[in-house]
């Protein structure tokens, strides 16, 4: 009997080298601009309680309705893969009285899981970075979470994004919206979508989200949010818009932008690109106040934004940003037995004492197919041991993006170490 081929699961990717590569140089960066502004990364579970995620992001969205990858546990506890991060790291800080400490500023990167139907960009498995800046009410807030989002736009070159911003207002000015929503949609409510129907008297905003074609002509010609906006509301975006100008990053605003999580008020955001047609989404994020005091907590206001990992790299390789990851580290060669035995404590002390990585491959092969396998390694540096250099007592250290040649002496591990570290100083 043949044995079975296995697969990943449709709707997840494995990564290889050299694309892990490039996975880890975005996440190291992402990393460093997090810490720049002053945020700790978190980490929490990959499942939780169904129900954190059903109070926390709301029972009328896509989320909680269809995509959650629920089980019963051997305890027969109703639980779910992380659809979303949000949730967690408020259940996280409240567990940790992390709240108790004053304002939080968190940022994490990892997996969530949505049973959705996979696609270019789009995976049951995916990986997002976000930020969650707790304990700030003011719009100074909200421009800082942008700002960073911003940021990671800008130094990557994406030049074509756009921030689009709205409000949704608050409790005191969204019963009015509601109500206009509802005047407005169900004279045509044997027109909208099944989905549109059955949400539109539990939560009509969630109409303003759809992707229904059925649903486009009504939700194109809704009322906007801002026009109903309360005083408080309206000051806070007005403050927002205002900072962002002071700040020199371009925005318009959008009142189709009310996001997919029922925790959202007032700011809500996301920023686009054209690179990959219709899938334009890069990120998105806003305020969630009410989140933290929803789940058994304090009354925090909070702000924040998640970025799929995936689609961001995909706009990197269509701008031809991600390319080859750079060079870096040695591939030691040894061309015969003799040589290999020579070298071997040679790679041994490189590792213990380089910062970059050491190569090293212990099949017989001629030069040439050692040179490629450095190729793609990527490594800079190509440590040459054959039997002439034996003879000569002596190594050959080849640089591999100018493709030029030195010799160093050839004598104990530490020695070549300290002669290669020296000589690319």
């Known amino acids: 009997m043949m044995p079975a081929k296995y697969t990943a699961p449709r ?3 494995d990564f290889v080298p050299p694309e892990s590569a490039r996975w880890n140089a975005l996440e190291a960066r992402i990393r460093t601009l997090a810490e720049r502004f002053g945020y700790g990364e978190i980490r929490t579970p990959l499942f939780e309680s169904t129900e954190l995620f059903v109070r926390g992001v709301g029972d009328t969205t896509d989320i909680v309705e269809k995509e959650m990858y629920r089980f019963r546990d051997r305890s027969d506890r109703d639980m779910a893969l992380r659809p979303e991060w949000t949730a967690p790291v408020v259940r996280a800080a409240l567990e940790h009285h992390l709240f108790a400490l004053g304002p939080l500023r968190l940022y994490y990167i ?21 930020i969650e800046c707790f304990g700030f009410a003011g719009p100074e807030a909200d421009l800082e979470a942008i700002a960073l989002a911003w940021e990671l736009t800008r130094v990557y070159g994406i030049g074509d994004a756009v921030l689009n911003l709205n409000s949704l207002g608050d409790d005191e000015c969204r019963p009015r919206y509601r109500e206009a929503l509802l005047e407005h949609f ?12 059955r949400r539109l008297e539990r939560n009509p905003m969630r109409l303003l989200d759809s992707k229904d074609p059925a649903d486009a002509p009504f939700v194109e010609t809704a009322p906007p949010l801002e026009s109903m906006l309360c005083g408080a509301c309206r000051e806070h975006f007005e403050a927002l818009k205002a900072y962002l100008d002071l700040a020199g990053i371009p925005f318009v605003v959008n009142p189709r932008i009310v996001r997919g999580l029922d925790y959202y008020n007032r700011t809500v955001f996301e920023i686009t690109s054209s690179v990959l047609g219709a899938q334009s989404a890069v990120c998105g994020g806003g305020r969630y106040d009410g989140l933290v005091r929803s789940l058994g907590g304090p009354d925090v206001p909070a702000v924040g934004f998640a ?3 995936e689609r961001f790299l995909m706009i990197l390789e269509a701008l031809a940003i991600a390319g080859d990851s750079p060079r870096r580290g040695v591939q030691a060669i040894a061309l015969g037995a003799q040589a290999r035995a020579a070298l071997v404590p040679i790679v041994t002390e490189l590792r213990r004492v380089l910062d970059e990585p050491t190569f090293a491959d212990y099949q ?9 396998i450095a190729d793609r390694n990527r490594a800079r540096l190509a440590l040459i041991l054959g039997s002439e250099e034996l003879a000569a007592g002596e190594l050959v250290l080849r640089d591999l993006e100018n493709r030029t040649d030195r010799r160093l002496p050839l004598g104990p591990g530490k ?6 570290v020296e000589g690319n100083s």
Not at 110 to 130: A, C, L, N, T, V
């Open 364 to 372: 017989d092969r001629k030069l040439l197919a050692h040179l490629k």
């Open 307 to 309: 970025l799929g990992l």
């Open 415 to 420: 020695d070549v170490a300290a002669a290669l």
């Open 186 to 197: 169900r004279p045509n409510l044997a027109t909208l979508s099944e989905d549109s129907r």
């Open 11 to 13: 709707g997840t990717q």
């Open 110 to 130: 990892g997996p969530i899981f949505r049973y959705e139907r996979p696609q270019k960009g789009r995976y049951r498995q995916s990986h997002q970075f976000g």
